[in-house]
C-alpha cells in the first residue's frame, strides 16, 4: 500500500497517469479513494487520489480533537506537497478540506474543483445529522444492515430505491466496518468549514464549483453562496445526480475544465 507520512500518521494514496500536470483528488466523508476516481477518469497528466485520515488505508487521529477541517486541511497539503499537485479536486468533506487550506494559502493551487460542497457555516440540518449520528452508531456496532441504510440515506432521495445505489451501499459498508470513521461521522458535520467566506476573496485559482439539485446534503443553496464568494468561480448544476445518473457529462465538465489549459 503507497504510504505517506501525514500530520497524524500514514496517509494511502494511489497515483495513476504521468506526467504534467499533477491533480490531487480527496474524496467526501464516510468515501474513499474508490469514490474519487470516476471524476478524474478523463483527466490528463498525474491523478493522485488519497484516503483522508481515518478513512480507508489512511491513520486515524489518535484522539477527537484530531477531527477538524485544519485538521484534514493539514492532510490535502501534505498529500499535495508531497506530490507537486497544482490542481486539486474535492467531493463534500473533501471540499472544505481545499476551501480550509485555500483561506490559509489563497494561491496554493491554480486550478480547483468544489464538488458538491456543503453548507461551509452555521447549523447542519438535524435530519443530516440524524444520519450521521446513526451511520457511526453502525460503524462502531460493525451492523452492515444499517451501515447500508445509512450510507443510502445520504444520497439525494431520487436515487435511493436505485439497485446500483443499493449494491454500492453494501459494498461500502464493508469497507467502514472497524474503520475510524465513526468520529468523523459525529465531530465533522457539526462544525463548520469557514468562520466567514471573506478569506475566500482572494482566492487566485481558476475554481469550478459541481452541484445537483434534489441533494439535501449538498443543496444547491450552498454551491451558489460559494462560487459569489470566490473571484470568477464559475458553476455547474445538474437537474440528475452527477454519479447515479451523469456519469458522462461529470466526466466531460470536470476534464474540459482541468483539461483546458
Known sequence: MPLIDGPVGPLHQVVTGTGDPTTLFVPGLAQSIADTRPFGSAVEGTRVFVDLRGHGGSAAPASDQGWTYDGLADDVRAIADEAGAGRALGVSLGAGALLRLLADEPTRFDRVVLALPGPLHGDRDAGVLAVTDALADAV???????????????????????SDVRLWARRHAADLAGSGVASALRHLPRQPVLESLEALAVVTASVLVVAQRGDEVHPVSAAEELTAAIPGARLEVSDVPWIWGGRSALREVVSGFFNAS
Do not use: H
Open 140 to 162: 462502531e456496532a460493525n451492523d452492515p444492515i444499517e451501515m447500508g441504510r445509512g450510507l443510502i440515506d445520504l444520497q439525494p432521495e431520487l436515487t435511493r430505491t436505485r
